[in-house]
């Protein structure tokens, strides 16, 4: 009788462990990441866009957002804090706990030219980590139709013989369109007018107006206007040319080097554990790797690009030494927060 109880005791142990066995091979196994990064993220994770809702700069961690949210199985919240030319966010990031749960979305300007320009900001750029930079936006030089300019050449031409009389519009001082026009000034020898606006939404109507010549602008906001004829595309900003726009040349054919290409990147408060940093980034490449998260960025006029931390950082440092050259050599003067 004994022996028959251990029989069947050691048969139930047997159907309970294969039920077991059985049960753990029907679970999603755990998303592989770096070592030390088990388990995150815990709870939502906040990502800052230091600019108001709608537009490039809050589509962009909205889509990765949301894609890493059904991956992760946690929320991934989108927290706009605009004002002061972007300042006021990276600062609300910087000053944020870094235990990983607060990241942010972090535009060229904001980690190159703004230290740059504004001298008294209440963060340095040495108080965040670069994670990934996500996606580059190619921007496009284009003008009132009005103007009897429609080639780089002979706006360069038409500024030389009418010196002062051009204006260049931009969403603010400082901004990637202010600074794309002073290069153009220091490239080309001419002299245009800067005119900031506060926003490219202003700048571009009163470009469509007439009240402004022409603006550097990205190439989602200007694209319709350039194929209705409302704007005239004289160049592109960046290294080469746009599949959009495949017969207007860039600025550095007639000038060597000329590149203000805008970009978009992720940051986290200096502190951020390193596994989590490398998690953000390879989980966030291969969001930007996906087939449709890749057409929706283009239709926005973003290349998605997924860089190491090391690389971002790279891209920090040389395009802060590029724009230091530039607004010493255009004699910007400082700006106020």
């Given at each position: 009788?004994n022996?028959l109880v251990?029989?069947?005791?050691d048969?139930?142990?047997?159907?309970?462990?294969?039920?077991?066995?059985?049960?753990c091979?029907?679970?999603p196994?755990?998303?592989?990441?770096?070592?030390?990064?088990e388990?995150?993220?815990?709870?939502p994770?906040?990502?800052?866009?230091?600019?108001?809702?709608?537009?490039?700069?809050d589509?962009l961690?909205?889509?990765?957002?949301?894609?890493?949210?059904?991956?992760?199985?946690?929320?991934?919240v989108?927290?706009?804090?605009?004002?002061?030319?972007?300042?006021?966010?990276?600062?609300?990031?910087?000053?944020?706990?870094?235990?990983?749960?607060?990241?942010a979305?972090?535009?060229?300007?904001?980690l190159?030219?703004?230290?740059?320009?504004?001298?008294?900001?209440?963060?340095?750029?040495?108080?965040?980590?670069p994670?990934?930079?996500?996606?580059?936006?190619?921007?496009?030089?284009?003008?009132?139709?009005?103007l009897?300019?429609?080639?780089?050449?002979?706006?360069?031409?038409y500024?030389?013989?009418?010196?002062?009389?051009?204006?260049?519009a931009?969403?603010?001082?400082?901004s990637?369109?202010?600074?794309?026009?002073?290069?153009?000034?220091l490239?080309?020898?001419?002299?245009?007018?800067?005119?900031?606006?506060?926003?490219?939404?202003?700048?571009?109507?009163?470009?469509?107006?007439?009240?402004?010549?022409?603006?550097f602008?990205?190439?989602?906001?200007v694209?319709?206007?350039?194929?209705?004829?409302?704007?005239?595309?004289?160049?592109?900003a960046?290294?080469?040319?746009?599949?959009?726009?495949?017969?207007?040349?860039?600025v550095?054919?007639?000038?060597?080097g000329?590149?203000?290409?805008?970009?978009?990147?992720?940051?986290?408060?200096?502190?951020?554990?390193?596994?989590?940093v490398?998690?953000?980034?390879?989980?966030?490449?291969?969001?930007?790797?996906q087939?449709?998260?890749r057409?929706k960025?283009?239709?926005?006029?973003?290349?998605?690009?997924?860089?190491?931390?090391?690389?971002?950082?790279?891209?920090?440092?040389s395009?802060?030494?590029?724009?230091?050259?530039?607004?010493?050599?255009?004699?910007?003067?400082?700006?106020?927060?």
């Open positions: 009788m022996r251990r029989l069947l005791a048969s139930l142990v047997i159907r309970i462990a294969g039920a077991a066995l059985l049960a091979a029907s679970l196994a755990p998303a592989a990441g770096p070592a030390g990064a388990g995150y993220p815990a709870r994770v906040r990502v800052i866009v230091p600019f108001a809702a709608g537009g490039v700069a589509a961690p909205r889509l990765v957002g949301q894609k890493l949210a059904e991956q992760w199985g946690r929320p991934v989108i927290d706009n804090k605009p004002g002061a030319a972007g300042n006021i966010g990276m600062e609300a990031a910087a000053r944020a706990p870094a235990d990983g749960y607060t990241l979305l972090a535009p060229a300007g904001n190159t030219v703004n230290p740059i320009l504004f001298p008294k900001l209440g963060f340095e750029v040495k108080d965040l980590v994670v990934t930079l996500l996606a580059t936006s190619p921007n496009v030089l284009v003008v009132n139709p009005g009897p300019a429609h080639t780089l050449k002979a706006l360069v031409e500024a030389r013989a009418h010196p002062g009389e051009l204006n260049f931009s969403p603010g001082n400082g990637g369109a202010h600074l794309a026009g002073e290069l153009l000034n490239e080309a020898g001419i002299k245009t007018v800067h005119v900031p606006y506060n926003g490219i939404a202003t700048a571009l109507n009163d470009v469509l107006g007439g009240q402004v010549q022409m603006v602008a990205g190439v989602s906001s694209l319709q206007h350039i194929r209705s004829g409302k704007l005239v595309a004289v160049a592109v960046g290294p080469h040319r746009l599949a959009q726009l495949p017969g207007v040349p860039t550095a054919e007639s000038y060597p000329f590149d203000v290409t805008s970009w978009y990147g992720l940051v986290a408060p200096k502190g951020t554990p390193d596994a989590v490398r998690k953000w980034q390879a989980d966030a490449a291969a969001v930007l790797r087939p449709e998260v057409e960025l283009l239709g926005l006029g973003l290349e998605p690009v997924g860089s190491t931390p090391e690389a971002f950082a790279r891209t920090i440092s395009e802060t030494l590029k724009w230091r050259a530039i607004v010493h050599r255009a004699k910007i003067q400082p700006l106020q927060s």
